[in-house]
């Protein structure tokens, strides 16, 4: 089957490192920084690679990706970023099929992450108090494609969950601590648990609160990205670092308060006499 764009579907117009994300619709789109539109109904019937000229400029056309997807989404609520989602992601052990309840919607930037990882068959239910953060989250997931695994609900995620039996609950909420008795209850046994937030105090709080609760491998971290500017006999880090954006929190649901699990492998002796 040929590869070709669809009416209804998405593209990606790269152009000298920027990229725009359009919706194959027939309608014309102004690009930022530009001239001119671009008349969408001469994407349709085209395939990715192909190039096409804007207001003097060449484009290429390429079908969006999951990190497009986030890195073009409408921003109101500052986002998780991907170095910080792309982790979450992994730490909480999600894959296609999985059930996730996410406690504040922001923009939707995580949202997309997870959505993307559980998809086909999985779904990430979102709480927000706000209705504002679900609808602008709405709409970045309906352009995303995404809508079919997505569950919204507007209430609180400290005391409203309904959820049970999930695969791994996140926040990202001034006060994760006072949500954990609806983390324990939501989870399933094995379940996983990270918590977003800007400061170590919180930090302090959620990890002292997740021992208290009897939760098993916590684990606190920061992730920090480092790019390097690569020029033939002068390649170097960059001036500039993307350093602290917010601290991590993970842990894992033993499926009872009783539970006493290792915190970790611990370190084996050996005798070098054996």
Known sequence: MDDIFLEGQKALIVSEGRTFMVDLDGSVTRLQGARGGIDTSRIIGSRPGEKMAVGGKEF????????????????????????DGAHIVYGLGICSGSKVV???????GLTLLLLN????GGTVTTYDIRQDHLDLT????????LSDEWVIRLGDVSKDVEEKDQDAFVLDVPEPER????VMKALRPGGRFC?????????????????DKGFAFIEPMEIMLRPYSVK???????????SHTGFMVFARWPGSSQAVLDQG???RIFDMRE
């Not at 709405?138 to 494609?145: C, E, P, Y």
């Not at 949500?179 to 609806?182: N, Y």
């Open 232 to 242: 033939e006999g002068a390649t170097r880090p960059v001036n500039e670092m993307l």
């Open 179 to 182: 949500c954990l008795d609806q």
């Open 138 to 145: 709405a709409g970045n997931v309906s352009r995303a494609g």
């Open 265 to 267: 492998p611990q370190p």
């Open 195 to 211: 918590a977003y937030v800007p400061t170590t105090n919180q930090m302090e709080r959620v990890v002292l609160s997740l021992e």
């Open 60 to 83: 290429i056309i390429l079908r969006p990706d999951a990190r497009d997807l986030v890195q073009n989404i409408r921003r109101g609520a500052q986002i998780i970023i991907p170095k």
């Open 117 to 120: 990882a559980v998809a086909p």
């Open 102 to 108: 996410e406690g504040g919607a922001g923009s939707g």
